[in-house]
């Protein structure tokens, strides 16, 4: 007779429903190569066949892959399903967009957000002092001169800014912290918090002169500098969510 202490140790073991099992296995071929960026997978009738399933279980599982950024859908006689292609542009939308949710669902305060901004800006000017190419330049100038020339009540302000600050984390040569760059922008939008009065619009903007001044000549440190004093700027005239300012 078997005592007690020599019983077979039993553990619980999931059983995945279908639905989970087909997305769990198209993520696993994809992220191992065995479909490659921008290719199309077999249409759904295909996947169904193969796993053995109903073309609906396919649909719930391409559409939850969807949703995490793996895939795109496209419509029509020559779409299909297709594996997304990783840019620093697509990566920040797929953050963004996680960031956003969290946000809604109240986890996360935009304070939070913004003062991450520091740890992630301040070195890419100083990694885009010694990166950046002629054109980022160029456009970084651009963006100046329009908000140099605009007014306080240009809708496109945000716009600017975003322009402004993602340009900087591409230039910085690194595609991760471009792209966690842009999606904190996008998700926290802070020219839309500023107190903007002409005089905290003059200023913001003489930092972005400076900025762009010290990435042109090639200064690491007084990049960093400069972007170091302008986020201190933009945070201490920034408003949370209830309109108060933190001043």
């Known amino acids: 007779m078997t005592s007690q202490d020599e019983a077979p140790a039993f553990t619980a073991r999931r059983v995945t429903r279908p639905r989970a099992q087909v997305e769990q296995q198209i993520k696993e071929a994809i992220l191992l190569g065995h479909f ?136 910085s040569g690194n595609r991760l912290l471009a792209a966690l760059v842009g999606a904190l922008h996008d998700v926290t939008h802070p020219a839309q918090y500023l107190e903007i009065t002409p005089a905290v619009a003059r200023k913001t903007v003489r930092q972005h002169m400076d900025i762009v001044a010290a990435l042109a000549a090639g200064r690491p440190d007084d990049a960093a500098a400069t972007m170091d004093e302008h986020l201190a700027y933009v945070l201490r005239y920034s408003a949370d969510f209830s309109g108060e300012t933190t001043l």
Not at 63 to 86: E, M, Y
Not at 141 to 146: A, C, G, H, L, Y
């Open 36 to 171: 490659a960026q921008g290719e199309k997978l077999p249409p759904e009738t295909e996947l169904a066949e193969q796993f053995g399933v109903s073309r609906p279980t396919v649909r719930e599982a391409l559409g939850a892959l969807v949703n995490s950024g793996l895939i795109r859908k496209i419509p029509g006689v020559a779409g299909g399903s297709f594996v997304n292609t990783v840019t620093p542009d697509s990566l920040a939308d797929m953050i963004s967009k996680s960031m956003s949710t969290v946000m809604r669902l109240g986890a996360l305060h935009v304070g939070e957000l913004t003062s991450v901004r520091r740890v992630l800006e301040v070195p890419a000017a100083r990694l885009a002092a010694d990166n950046r190419t002629d054109q980022q330049i160029d456009r970084l100038r651009s963006i100046v001169e329009r908000q140099r020339t605009t007014t306080i009540d240009d809708p496109n302000i945000p716009a600017y800014d975003l322009a402004f600050h993602t340009t900087v984390g591409h230039a």
